[in-house]
């Protein structure tokens, strides 16, 4: 037992090399390729899964590498690796505009280590990203309500215009008739009263 786990550990231990000399040379995929080789011999192995993270991170893997340092840290019993995942971790998450998250795993890495100035900085710096969307979302919030309101009113003040509308109306159709009336009583007045022959119009 002991010797196929010796085994196994240089086996990880020769591909995580490999993968961090490829890793040097920007070669993301292929020192990939070598982390998961380690660890597919030694599962457990936190550096192996904290290395396949940061490669994940460079070629634009952002969710792989999350989950890479979850297992790091899962893992390792080692303080300070563990405080190194969580904070790439912060930064694979910042880079996917997962602030809340970002935050959090910050805070776990300066629990770790309090004296990680970086780790601090980007806290700060997502802290007060977050107050700002915070802001914003209520100011929209307000004129969304704002909007909303105005929308009530307008439609509140609508029926009242029409019924002014209406008055015009039938205002308007009173005085139509009104004067409709006076001309039938003028003509009337006309033909009672003695006037120069005209030909009449035809109507």
Do not use: C
Request: charged share 35%; proline share 2%.
């Amino acid at each position: 037992m002991l010797i196929s786990l010796q085994v196994a550990g240089q086996k990880s231990n020769a591909a995580i090399h490999k993968g961090n000399e490829l890793y040097k040379q920007k070669n993301y995929d292929g020192s990939q390729q070598e982390y998961n080789k380690a660890l597919a011999a030694d599962p457990k192995n936190a550096t192996a899964s904290y290395n396949n993270g940061n490669a994940q991170f460079r070629g634009n893997k952002g969710e792989e590498a999350v989950q890479s340092y979850d297992k790091t840290i899962e893992q390792s019993k080692d303080a300070a690796l563990r405080e190194k995942a969580f904070y790439n971790k912060g930064v694979a998450l910042i880079k996917q505009q997962k602030l809340q998250e970002s935050i959090d795993a910050w805070k776990e890495s300066l629990k770790l280590d309090g004296s990680d100035n970086e780790a601090r900085e980007n806290l700060q710096k997502a802290l007060m990203e977050l107050k700002k969307q915070q802001q914003q979302n209520n100011e929209n919030k307000d004129k969304k309500d704002k909007k909303q309101d105005q929308k009530q009113n307008k439609q509140e003040q609508k029926p009242q215009e029409q019924q002014s509308k209406l008055n015009k109306q039938q205002v308007e159709q009173l005085l139509k008739a009104l004067q409709q009336k006076e001309k039938e009583i003028q003509q009337k007045m006309q033909k009672g009263s003695p006037q120069p022959n005209k030909p009449e119009k035809d109507w």
